[in-house]
């Protein structure tokens, strides 16, 4: 297995431009995460999504859409991308809700780093 | 608003010492608290993870103290290695949502020899 991967592994835009984030994972996992991590905040939550056709938002999801069509792939857009989103990007999944009582680890990917000019 | 209050923010322990990091929380319905690794350059990885029906839990030389009527809890590193330098992380998920975890600002560690 793969697990979680992401590309690009790094980026960078200039304000206003739109590119999408990838993330795929061979785990057969239902639910899957989008976080960005900025120094002295940790990880915050975007979006996320508990199966195929199911997104939802999560902590910060202003400038950042989300689908997933399929249940390995769940992409992370930003339509019009500004330098507040200058981030390092994670995307996670796992096979049940974190927390329950299966198998709940949530496995990150690599990582993006993503500058915004 | 920091949901998740973690400190400090940067520890320095000697080799075989006992790192100890801290995390405080407001919600009383968060009900799953999990501990993250991270290296430089990479993802967090799931560490330990404890509910609130248990005051302690411990794998190998880490260990989770949960005290549920102060709502605090911690992470201790027992014997701490060279190769336990990194980030660590303290989240919480609040009981009825599926994945949505909230992270603590993070503890830098370092163990020196």
């Known amino acids: 297995n793969a697990g979680v991967t992401q590309t690009p592994k790094f980026q960078v835009l200039k304000t206003g431009q739109s590119m999408t984030l990838q993330c795929a994972q061979d785990m057969n996992h239902e639910y899957m995460s989008w976080y960005r991590q900025d120094p002295g905040m940790g990880l915050r939550l975007i979006h996320y999504?508990?199966?195929?056709?199911?997104?939802d938002q999560g902590e910060v999801p202003n400038g950042y859409n989300v689908s997933r069509s399929t249940t390995e792939d769940f992409p992370l857009r930003l339509l019009s991308a500004a330098p507040s989103q200058t981030s390092v990007y994670f995307c996670?999944?796992?096979?049940?809700?974190?927390?329950?009582?299966?198998?709940?680890?949530?496995?990150f990917g690599p990582g993006t780093r993503l500058t915004v000019l | 608003q920091q949901q998740v209050k973690q400190s400090p923010q940067s520890l320095i322990v000697q080799k075989g010492g006992i790192s100890i990091i801290n995390c405080a929380y407001e919600?009383?319905?968060?009900?799953?608290f999990p501990w993250y690794q991270q290296f430089p350059g990479k993802g967090p990885a799931l560490l330990i993870a404890i509910r609130p029906d248990v005051s302690e839990k411990k794998e190998g030389r880490f260990t989770i103290s949960f005290n549920k009527s102060a709502k605090q809890f911690s992470l201790h590193i027992m014997d701490s290695q060279p190769g336990d330098s990194a980030t660590y992380f303290c989240?919480?998920?609040?009981?009825?949502?599926?994945?949505?975890?909230?992270f603590g600002t993070g503890t830098r560690l370092q163990v020196t020899l």
């Open positions: 989240a919480a998920k609040e009981s009825g949502t599926a994945s949505k975890l909230t």
């Open positions: 919600n009383t319905a968060f009900d799953y």
């Open positions: 996670a999944s796992s096979y049940s809700p974190v927390g329950g009582w299966g198998t709940d680890t949530q496995y």
């Open positions: 999504s508990v199966g195929a056709g199911i997104t």
